[in-house]
């Protein structure tokens, strides 16, 4: 099992930059990949950026060059720096992670972003 808790979401002018953070707990060591995913109102979840051991990381083509995923092995947690945000980042973002071996995803609360105009 594993626990994800994200943090550092918030309202922010367009043009703006935030941090969010996800922390995770439980059975950390068998984490392979951590990401990112958003959702906006009336939208399907998709993907935004991850991170996979060994340090590969991969990012839509909607927040390349904006957006950089990282991660702090020493604090079991996952960062995503957003710069130069668009209203149009507005959503509510979910931190995932995936064990070694599985297809199974696991899924933080969510912390919404507001990119104001």
């Known amino acids: 099992q594993v626990q994800l808790v994200e943090s550092g979401g918030g309202l922010v002018q367009a043009g703006g930059s935030l941090r969010l953070s996800c922390v995770a707990s439980?059975?950390?060591?068998?984490?392979?990949?951590m990401g990112w995913y958003r959702q906006a109102p009336g939208k399907q979840r998709e993907f935004v950026a991850s991170w996979t051991s060994g340090g590969r990381t991969n990012y839509a083509d909607s927040v390349k060059g904006r957006v950089t995923i990282s991660r702090d092995n020493a604090r079991n947690t996952v960062y995503l720096q957003m710069n130069s945000l668009k209203p149009e980042d507005t959503a509510v973002y979910y931190c995932?992670?995936?064990?070694?071996?599985?297809?199974?995803?696991?899924w933080g609360q969510g912390t919404q972003v507001t990119v104001s105009s």
């Open positions: 995932s992670a995936e064990q070694f071996g599985s297809t199974y995803t696991y």
């Open positions: 439980g059975n950390i060591f068998s984490i392979n990949t």
